[in-house]
T-cell receptor
Framework: GAGVSQSPSNKVTEKGKDVELRCDPI?????LYWYRQSLGQGLEFLIY????????KSGLPSDRFSAERTGGSVSTLTIQRTQQEDSAVYLC????????????FGSGTRLTVV | AQSVAQPEDQVNVAEGNPLTVKCTYS??????LFWYVQYPNRGLQFLLK??????LVKGSYGFEAEFNKSQTSFHLKKPSALVSDSALYFC??????????????FGGGTRLMVKP
């Protein structure tokens, strides 16, 4: 597609429920990243996929968080047993692989855990 | 390791005045440097980047940034601020010699407030 697409744009869920957030990257972008942003603050790195390599999961805050990327394209971030502290904007970005390329970000999913 | 610092959480400037948003970086090799802007309730948008060549880089919306290797800085500037420039700005770096692959390291962000 023309840009990075994230869905849903907003999600309200009850504490303890599981949620799935979706990211559809730009076609041909082999690198995909997930970040978390709390209330207009900085970016917290979560996970990074590059091609067929094992993902860099070093930023996932707990084992309740997981992500997969199917067929090298669409990615799903899953949060199990959501907690109120999980409330944030989840941003996805994709890029070509190469040192001079920047990221293209989606508009994010605003998650509210009540 | 690569790192970025944005020393100001917030910058306030009057409309029509010049603005500067500061960024310093640390890399072991040569840097690739980027600026992104985030408007309310939006994702980050690319503004400009320095890869090589001229130290003064011009980008979107009239912004420019100057790469200063001796001071390891990449400050974002605009000659005349607009109220619509009010947003959150992020600096990012990638070390050309970094073995961590494609990852950018982002600064903590600086909120720019332009008052009419």
């Amino acid at each position: 597609g023309a840009g990075v697409s994230q869905s849903p744009s907003n999600k309200v869920t009850e504490k303890g429920k599981d949620v799935e957030l979706r990211c559809d990257p730009i076609s041909g972008h082999t690198a995909l990243y997930w970040y978390r942003q709390s209330l207009g603050q900085g970016l917290e790195f979560l996970i990074y996929f590059q091609g067929n390599s094992a993902p860099d999961k070093s930023g996932l805050p707990s084992d309740r968080f997981s992500a997969e990327r199917t067929g090298g394209s669409v990615s799903t971030l899953t949060i199990q047993r959501t907690q109120q502290e999980d409330s944030a904007v989840y941003l996805c970005a994709s890029s070509l692989v190469g040192r001079s390329y920047g990221y293209t970000f989606g508009s994010g999913t605003r998650l509210t855990v009540v | 390791a690569q790192s970025v610092a944005q020393p100001e959480d917030q910058v306030n400037v009057a409309e029509g005045n010049p603005l500067t948003v500061k960024c310093t970086y640390s890399v072991s090799g040569n840097p690739y440097l980027f600026w992104y802007v985030q408007y309310p309730n939006r994702g980050l948008q690319f503004l400009l980047k320095y890869i090589t060549g001229d130290n003064l880089v011009k980008g979107s919306y009239g912004f420019e940034a100057e790469f200063n290797k001796s001071q390891t800085s990449f400050h974002l500037k605009k000659p005349s601020a607009l109220v619509s420039d009010s947003a959150l700005y992020f600096c990012a770096v990638r070390d050309m010699n970094n073995n961590a692959g494609n990852m950018l390291t982002f600064g903590g962000g600086t909120r720019l407030m332009v008052k009419p």
